[in-house]
C-alpha cells in the first residue's frame, strides 16, 4: 500500500491528468513490473526470515554483514533526503492552501512544518504500534 501511495500522490496529480488515459496504461505497466513483484519479493523474504530487522536481516543472511549495514544505510539516507522533500511539499501545499500562500516561500515555515510531523511521526512511532494504528485509522 505505501508503494502505491508513494506513486498516487498529490504531487503527481496534474502531470497524470495531463497525461490523460494512457497514464492508466503506465500505472498498469508499473504495477505488474515493479510494485507486485516488490511486494511478492518482501512478503517472500519477511516470511522465510520472519527475525526483527527487515532490509538488513535479509541482505545479511544473503551477502554478510557488510553488504547489510550497506543496504540498511542506503535504506536510510534515501529517507533522509525522501522525506523532508515531501514534508516541504506539503508545507507549501498547506500554506498555499489553507493559510498564506506567502508562507509557501517561507523558509522559516517549511523548517518548522517538516521538524513538528517528523518528530510528531517519531514520538507516535516510539509508542508502540497501537498509537500508530490508531493514527492510520483516525486519518
Do not use: C, H
Amino acid at each position: 500500500m505505501m508503494n502505491i501511495a508513494v506513486v498516487m500522490s498529490l504531487r503527481g496529480l496534474p502531470m497524470m491528468a495531463k497525461e490523460g488515459l494512457t497514464m492508466v496504461f503506465y500505472l498498469l505497466f508499473a504495477s505488474i513490473l515493479f510494485l507486485v513483484p516488490v511486494s511478492l519479493v518482501s512478503a517472500e523474504l519477511a516470511t522465510g526470515w520472519p527475525k526483527n530487522g527487515g532490509v538488513y536481516v535479509w541482505v545479511k543472511e544473503a551477502f554478510g554483514s557488510k553488504l547489510g549495514f550497506t543496504a540498511i544505510w542506503l535504506q536510510w539516507i534515501q529517507n533522509v533526503i525522501w522525506y523532508p522533500t515531501v514534508l516541504a511539499f506539503a508545507a507549501g501545499a498547506l500554506a498555499y492552501l489553507f493559510l498564506d500562500p506567502e508562507l509557501a516561500n517561507n523558509k522559516l515555515f517549511s523548517v518548522v512544518v517538516i521538524l513538528v510531523v517528523y518528530w510528531g511521526a517519531t514520538l507516535v512511532n516510539l509508542r508502540g504500534v497501537a498509537s500508530a494504528g490508531w493514527l492510520t485509522t483516525a486519518g
